[in-house]
Structures are given as structure tokens and as C-alpha cells.
């Protein structure tokens, strides 16, 4: 397959937004928003929602350094696509500095599995660099390749992924461009504390099933850092995220996408665990 390429390190210098723009939105599919706490710390923020049974039958869990999805109910999870479903959302890696990646397949383990392989005679200046490398696949895990698009048409659903350290990020999307090319983008931007950059699947556009739903366009979108603490951002994403009231442009009133919110914060030098928080909707009352 061939890939375009779209470095793009400098982006424009909008007026971050808040959490009453994503509220607006019906259906992101999976997202994620990384930066800082007011605090100064690195934080990553990954969300999940779902239109499929077989997306719903998933769940945050920590497991060490990572945080993954599982499945609620492994035969109903069969229903769909496991190797798409199932994978690290957000990965601490130690060496090199100390990065969180995240993203929205298996590709988490492909970024954070080229980390420790760097050498300095690499020469990466960036993180851009740095992604376009990992990315110079392909690369398959049982049976997709995690360099491409899904493949789950009529949707070919991005692939969105992020890395951070402690003063600067970038993301990487690649989308589907109607041919048989992958079109890969990619973002660099600064830490700035109390805000970040989001970015997800889709535009937020819902549309009947069977209909191709609308990928993601654009920059990531700076946006405000909704909160301080694990707790406090979690909570607030996912109460943006829960169901629309009817009106114009909504197609599912007061249906719930939502799966799950985790928030990571990237441990201070010396410190050891990283402190996060998830809200699975499947744990909720």
C-alpha cells in the first residue's frame, strides 16, 4: 500500500475551546486530548464510545504501565473485529526520557516498541520525525496492518495516535483517501500548561448505519485542560461525551455511546506510578 506523507509541525495558533464544543458533538467514535494539567503535568486523556454491540462489550483496565481495553462479554466482543477492539490505549515507556503513547489500536505497542530502539545516531529532531519512522511499515498484528487505516468499510476508520514527553507532543492520523493510498499526517506542538490538543475518529457528525460516518478533518483542535486531577477530567469528559437532547442534526436522541474515559498523568522524574483514573460506563450504576 502506498502512504502520503504530511508533515506539518507548526499549526495554527486558534483559541483553545472547551468542553461545551465536543458536548456539542453526537458521535466522535474514539478520541484522545494530550498537554498538561495547570500543574505542569503531562497528561493523556482517551475516551471510547461505541454504535456496535461489539464495541460496547469493552472496559478500561490498568495493567502496569499501560491501560488497555478488555473485554465485558467475549462473545458478544466476537461479533466484531477483536483485532481492532482489543489493544493498549495508553502505554508509559521509561526509557529515553520517559513518553506516554497513545492511540486508538495496536499501534500503541508499535510506538512504544520503537522508543528503546532509537540511537542517537538516528537523528530524529522531533517527534514528527520520530512517528514517521515508526510508521514506515507496514506493520501487521494478527492479520491488520497497523500502519493503514482499519479495515472496517464502509468506515475505514482512522488511525489516530500521540506521543508526549515533558515539553512537547505530537500526533499522527491516517486516513483513507477514497484509493488505495494511506494519507498520514502529522503534528508537533509545545506543552502548555492548562491546555492540549484533541483529536478523534470522526467529526461528530452521526449518521444511519451503513453509511459511511464522516473521519476526522483538519488540525487537532486545541482545547482547554477540563480540570487538575485524574478524577476531575475523567468526569468531566465523560459527562461531555454522554447523550444528545433531539435536535437539528441529531439522528439518535438521548441514545449513550459511551464505553470509557481514562486519564494518565506522566510521572514526575523519580516517581514511579503513574497515577490515572477510568470511568467505564459498564461499571456504572
Request: aromatic content about 10%; glycine content about 10%.
Amino acid at each position: 500500500m502506498q502512504v502520503k506523507w504530511n508533515i506539518k509541525i507548526k499549526m495554527t495558533n486558534e483559541k483553545p475551546k472547551s468542553l461545551d464544543w465536543l458536548a456539542e458533538k453526537e458521535y466522535l467514535g474514539r478520541g484522545f486530548l494530550i498537554g498538561q494539567t495547570p500543574q505542569y503535568q503531562s497528561v493523556a486523556v482517551y475516551f471510547v464510545t461505541g454504535r456496535q454491540p461489539s464495541s460496547r462489550a469493552r472496559k478500561f483496565e490498568l495493567d502496569g504501565d499501560a491501560i488497555k481495553t478488555t473485554p465485558t462479554d467475549p462473545e458478544v466482543l466476537k461479533t466484531g473485529n477483536p483485532a481492532l477492539l482489543l489493544y493498549d490505549a495508553i502505554r508509559r515507556v521509561r526509557t529515553r526520557g520517559d513518553q506516554l503513547v497513545v492511540s486508538n489500536g495496536a499501534q500503541t505497542d508499535l510506538i512504544a516498541n520503537h522508543i528503546p530502539s532509537c540511537s542517537p545516531s538516528m537523528g530524529y529532531y522531533s517527534y514528527v520525525e520520530f512517528l514517521a519512522n515508526a510508521f514506515n511499515g507496514p506493520h501487521f498484528v494478527q492479520g491488520v496492518d497497523v500502519t493503514a487505516f482499519e479495515p472496517d468499510p464502509p468506515n475505514n476508520t482512522p488511525r489516530i495516535s500521540g506521543i508526549m514527553g515533558h515539553h512537547s507532543g505530537a500526533i499522527a492520523i491516517c486516513k483513507y483517501n477514497g484509493t488505495v493510498e494511506s494519507d498520514f499526517q502529522f503534528f508537533e506542538f509545545p506543552l502548555r500548561p492548562g491546555e492540549g490538543r484533541f483529536i478523534s475518529t470522526y467529526t461528530g457528525q452521526n449518521v444511519p448505519k451503513g453509511v459511511a460516518i464522516p473521519s476526522f478533518e483538519g488540525e487537532p483542535v486545541r482545547m482547554q485542560m477540563p480540570g487538575k486531577t485524574p478524577e476531575e477530567i475523567a468526569e468531566n469528559f465523560y459527562r461531555a461525551l454522554g447523550p444528545k437532547k433531539k435536535g437539528p442534526g441529531i439522528i439518535s436522541p438521548n441514545e449513550d455511546f459511551r464505553v470509557g474515559v481514562v486519564v494518565a498523568i506522566k510521572p514526575s522524574k523519580g516517581e514511579d506510578l503513574m497515577e490515572s483514573y477510568i470511568i467505564n460506563r459498564c461499571g456504572l450504576k
